[in-house]
């Protein structure tokens, strides 16, 4: 018998072993080819503004994507690798040397591999369709699917799995040529022993863990300012390494004293819950950490993406408060006027001036704001209420500041704020009552606005007129009656040939919207290749333990336990191992959301638990499938 034919014969014999590892490879090609498919996709890129920025987010992404498929790959080969090790030691007891064996599973990796990368690029071809589908949805692309086929992308998976098929056939010779015998036979029954972990010591770490969270979590609201990079790691230290003892010396110093309380007396469902963990706290420890972490990572990544989609419009429009603005140039303006009446839209048209001052603030606002000498652009309450924005000054002598660019520093400041315009001899102090968020202008400057009473703004230009008769200008602002016309006056606009012309909102906003679905369908698609790497991870791991346990079933059975109480203990189990790390990176996610939402002008709550819930609906799938996979094997235990 040739060295093929007993790999055909073996993996013949061993379909119950090779279909989790299958699985995973062609899970790994079809989500990497999708991906690639979409990256080398012109129908997207060559109808989007923001093609460059699209094509180098896709490049960034399909890194991470290796990143999170070769670590998915790896550790489903381990698994794979100790379900098998009784075979391999087998192997070498009928007289196979270790090279021998090694060229064995390598052959038998190359087959399947080979196998998996036409099965997994055969339905990629399939399913990137409806992945395009949805990527054209989400930057706005309307119009007809073309079917092609990318062979670049062909190419480049095949390549990416060839190097992860060298790395998982390194690691099959590497685990062989340093197991023995021994190990091998025994790998079913590794565990940890129990020890009684020191009371003083469990206790000083347990609680060092909560506490790391915990000023982790304090931290997080306090991070703005001129130590924002510093605060960050810090932040990040803190609660990956209180989460690591949280799981590793908390969370087992509590089972212990549970088991000790009971005087070893569990229970049948403690003891199938409880005594497992104990057993593998440390490996439990280790991967619930990972998981844990990343899962927060990869929650806060997705709901702030969507969060960022989600209120795309609303955060446009602060910045971009008027459809159209053309500044110091009534001309251009005109013309606009009579292309608008020309192609019969309806608009509203205002004219707004602004005065530009050199002002000084009396204090410094926020430790990121080192300056006190600014730039102000000063114009009248009710000029812009004429314009359609209503902004409220309730004091004479006060006003109102807005500019979105530094908002999220400017909304923690102590209001009111004297402000003193120069030059002296103006001399005019103004109280700032309250800082507003969007802008009064649509931005291109990112200049301030000072938004006074019209008395006040009046007396304010007079003196500055007297010295100098240029700091006044005169803006044009449109906005039209009907929302749908948009795009039609915004072609209209970008006839203009005019340097005074200003963002329009409905071309910012279609920018926006493209980086934003961009950002989103990204976020989206790594976070759903996390969720399934981690899932079936988790569930793996548990189809092992459940092998490794099943003489315990049969014991229980053949005693007389139904199959309903044994699972009583079993879900106890799962609820550790899926609920305890879900609930507490929805926690840190919570935090870490908290922490960004300076960087949100709109509230987020929405967005953040439509996210949270999917994640949380799709976590759970793995959940019921493991306790179902339990079940299965707890009624073939007798």
């Known amino acids: 018998m040739t060295l093929f034919d007993l790999v055909v014969r073996s993996m013949r014999k061993n379909l119950k072993h090779y279909y989790l590892y299958f699985f995973a490879l062609i899970l790994s090609v079809v989500l990497y080819f999708v991906f690639a498919s979409l990256q080398h996709d012109s129908s997207v890129l060559e109808r989007t503004e923001a093609s460059f920025k699209m094509a180098s987010g896709f490049k960034v992404a399909g890194i991470l994507l290796l990143f999170i498929s070769g670590i998915f790959l790896l550790y489903a080969n381990s698994i794979f690798l100790k379900r098998r090790s009784r075979e391999v030691g087998l192997y070498q007891l009928i007289g196979l040397s270790k090279f021998t064996v090694t060229r064995m599973l390598v052959t038998e990796n190359l087959l399947l591999g080979t196998g998996a990368l036409a099965i997994g690029i055969g339905l990629g071809l399939i399913v990137s ?7 054209m949805k989400l930057v706005g692309i309307e119009g007809v699917l073309k079917l092609s086929f990318s062979g670049t992308a062909i190419v480049q998976t095949a390549v990416v799995f060839v190097v992860l098929l060298v790395l998982t056939s390194l690691q099959m010779a590497f685990s062989v040529k ?7 036979f025994k790998v079913d029954q590794s565990g940890e022993s129990i020890k009684k972990p020191k009371t003083v010591v469990s206790a000083v770490f347990g609680i060092l863990g909560i506490l790391l969270i915990g000023f982790g979590y304090w931290l997080s609201g ?17 609660v990956v390494l209180g989460t690591y003892l949280l799981f590793r010396v908390t969370i087992g110093w509590i089972l212990y004293q ?5 005087n070893g007396h569990l229970g049948l469902s403690n003891s199938l819950s409880i005594a497992p963990l104990i057993h593998r706290l440390k490996a439990n420890a280790n991967s619930l950490t990972i998981i844990t972490v990343l899962s927060a990572m990869t929650l806060t990544m997705l709901a702030a993406a969507y969060s960022t989609y989600y209120s795309s419009g609303k955060e446009n429009r602060l910045m971009q408060p008027f459809d159209y603005m053309i500044v110091g140039d009534t001309p251009a303006a005109d013309q606009f006027l009579r292309m608008l009446d020309k192609a019969n839209i309806s608009y509203h048209e205002s004219d707004i001036e602004g005065l530009q001052v050199v002002s000084e603030y009396e204090k410094e606002l926020n430790p990121m704001l080192h300056y006190t000498n600014v730039q102000i652009r000063l114009v009248s309450e009710s000029q812009l209420r004429e314009a359609g924005l209503p902004i409220e000054v309730k004091g004479q002598h006060s006003g109102v500041l807005m500019d979105s660019s530094i908002y999220w520093m400017l909304k923690s400041v102590d209001v009111p704020v004297n402000l003193i315009l120069e030059p002296e001899g103006v001399n005019k102090t103004v109280s700032i009552e309250r800082f507003a968020e969007g802008n009064a202008f649509n931005s291109v400057d990112f200049a301030s606005t000072l938004v006074v009473k019209d008395e006040l703004f009046q007396a304010i230009n007079s003196g500055y007129v007297d010295q100098d008769g240029t700091a006044l200008t005169h803006t044009t602002a449109i906005n039209l009656q009907n929302k749908e016309q948009l795009e039609e006056a915004t072609d209209l606009y970008n006839e203009i040939e005019s340097s005074g012309k200003r963002f329009d909102y409905y071309t910012q906003y279609q920018n926006a919207l493209q980086s934003s679905g961009m950002l989103i369908f990204i976020a989206g698609f790594l976070g759903l290749v996390f969720l399934i790497s981690t899932g079936s991870i988790l569930y793996f791991k548990q189809m092992t333990e459940a092998e490794q346990e099943k003489a315990s079933y049969t014991t229980l059975r053949q005693l007389g336990f139904s199959v309903q109480e044994i699972m009583k203990g079993v879900v106890k189990k799962q609820l550790f191992v899926f609920g305890l790390p879900l609930a507490i990176g929805l926690l840190h996610s919570v935090f870490a959301l908290k922490s960004a939402s300076f960087l949100f002008m709109s509230n987020v709550t929405v967005p953040t638990v439509i996210a949270m819930s999917v994640y949380i609906g799709i976590y759970l799938i793995f959940a019921f499938l493991t306790i179902g996979y339990y079940r299965k094997t707890i009624q073939a235990a007798l």
């Not at 369709?129 to 990527?135: M, N, S, T």
């Not at 340093?178 to 091998?184: A, V, Y």
């Not at 300012?225 to 932040?235: D, E, P, Q, R, T």
Request: net charge positive; no cysteine; charged share 15%.
């Open 258 to 262: 549970i088991r000790t309380s009971r």
């Open 222 to 238: 306090h991070m703005i300012n001129s130590l924002l990079f510093f605060n960050m790691i810090a932040v990040l230290v803190s």
């Open 129 to 135: 369709r409806v992945f395009l589908l949805l990527l």
């Open 178 to 184: 340093r197991s023995t015998l021994l190990e091998l």
